[in-house]
């Protein structure tokens, strides 16, 4: 191998003796880069949701994090009590998933919700559930064996007899029929609509626990005419429920306990007196 001579020598120990020009240059770009990072992050501090992409090592990395704790905490964005861009809050807009607007049609509709309920409510309310009526004498009771018609033409009549359908699982037939009876006495188109959809809810609709036993006929004529009720809407149904009554519940009711205790009772107090 050829020995290289003494003013080569010198040239070669001089070249890398010298600073590589990378060890110049390096600093010099991190420092514009830790500084271009730095003037992102403050211009984002009002957003939290904008992170830099930035890998910062060693001590910028520790001092960029001290910078993007403050600015996440003290955003309007993360103020507490106030949903996320990610969730709904209860106030959004119903026509986006952002909750950037305080929008009031939320409460309108629910606003709107709410009266067909509330009336609801107070009409099921005024429907009858169990009547006034003063105890009944002896005579009323005895009459009550004569016929169904002057069991039924009786407040105490329709009571002692509901507590004896009751028994038999069967008390919505009476409470149908005392509710067809309350529609014929209204004169008001808007309340005689909202009672005959109680009225269909309850007792005729297949989804109702308290659904009454009626044909197949006489459901058609109620859904047909269900989208104008009248007062009589209920009138072939009724008179179904009501004859139901009288030939299977009645006779069973006369030789009940309910109405044998109640005769009993009243005689010894006749005989006493």
Excluded at 36 to 50: C, K, L, S, V
Excluded at 125 to 152: G, R, Y
Aim: charged share 25%; glycine share 2%; hydrophobic share 35%.
């Amino acid at each position: 191998m050829p020995q290289l001579s003494q003013d080569n020598q010198e040239c070669l120990q001089k070249y890398f003796s010298r600073p590589s020009i990378w060890t110049q240059v390096l600093p010099m770009f991190r420092a514009q880069r830790y500084n271009a990072d730095i003037h992102q992050i403050t211009e984002n501090e009002g957003d939290p949701r904008a992170v830099p992409d930035i890998k910062p090592m060693g001590s910028e990395r520790m001092e960029m994090r001290k910078r993007q704790m403050p600015a996440a905490q003290d955003a309007p964005g993360a103020a507490p009590g106030q949903p996320g861009a990610g969730s709904r809050g209860s106030n959004a807009c119903c026509f986006c998933w952002c909750c950037c607007c305080s929008c009031s049609c939320l409460t309108v509709r629910n606003q709107e919700d709410q009266r067909p309920t509330i009336a609801s409510h107070e009409l099921r309310a005024d429907l009858p559930t169990w009547e006034e009526s003063p105890a009944p004498t002896l005579e009323e009771v005895n009459a009550w064996a004569q016929s169904f018609d002057k069991l039924m033409v009786t407040p105490a009549g329709r009571n002692a007899f509901r507590e004896f359908l009751r028994t038999e699982f069967s008390e919505e037939n009476m409470l149908f029929w005392m509710a067809c009876e309350e529609l014929k006495k209204e004169a008001n188109k808007n309340i005689i609509e909202e009672k005959a959809r109680i009225i269909y809810e309850d007792y005729i609709s297949i989804l109702s626990p308290k659904e009454v036993s009626l044909d197949s006929r006489v459901r058609e004529v109620i859904n047909r005419n269900m989208v104008e009720p009248s007062q009589h809407i209920f009138d072939d149904a009724q008179l179904q429920i009501y004859t139901l009554m009288h030939r299977d519940s009645y006779p069973r009711f006369m030789n009940s306990a309910v109405y044998k205790d109640l005769l009993q009772s009243l005689s010894e107090k006749s005989v006493e007196a």
